[in-house]
């Protein structure tokens, strides 16, 4: 069994900043890419971020500048820094990992979620 557990999420106002992280756990053998997808009310899932495993990024057109992704291979988590937020950022922020199991299957992975929400 392999999930992903987010965290960091709240309410910030306009401006300002917040960082999630994501942990993978379970049996693992190894995560290729990792990433953030968000979804607001009423919208379908769209695409935040991702990094690979050697550390390739590639962001939303409107989020590039503002957030960073990052991801440390050794503790198997990934995070994402987010500045400058505005009130359409509003969100809950999904993780999502390919992870192969040591049953060697290869698993699409999502987590439960974290809402974010930032007031105008």
């Known amino acids: 069994q392999v999930q992903l557990v987010e965290s960091g999420g709240g309410l910030v106002q306009a401006g300002g900043s917040l960082r999630l992280s994501c942990a993978a756990s379970g049996s693992i053998f190894s995560i290729n890419r990792m990433g953030w997808y968000r979804q607001s009310p009423g919208k379908q899932r769209e695409f935040v971020a991702e990094?690979?495993?050697?550390?390739?990024?590639r962001y939303a057109d409107s989020v590039k500048g503002r957030f960073t992704i990052s991801r440390d291979n050794a503790r198997n988590t990934v995070g994402l820094q987010m500045n400058s937020l505005k009130p359409d950022d509003t969100a809950v922020y999904h993780c999502?990992?390919?992870?192969?199991?040591?049953?060697?299957?290869?698993?699409?992975?999502w987590g439960q979620g974290t809402p974010v929400t930032v007031s105008s």
């Open positions: 999502n990992a390919v992870i192969v199991n040591t049953a060697r299957a290869t698993l699409d992975v």
């Open positions: 990094i690979s495993s050697g550390g390739g990024t």
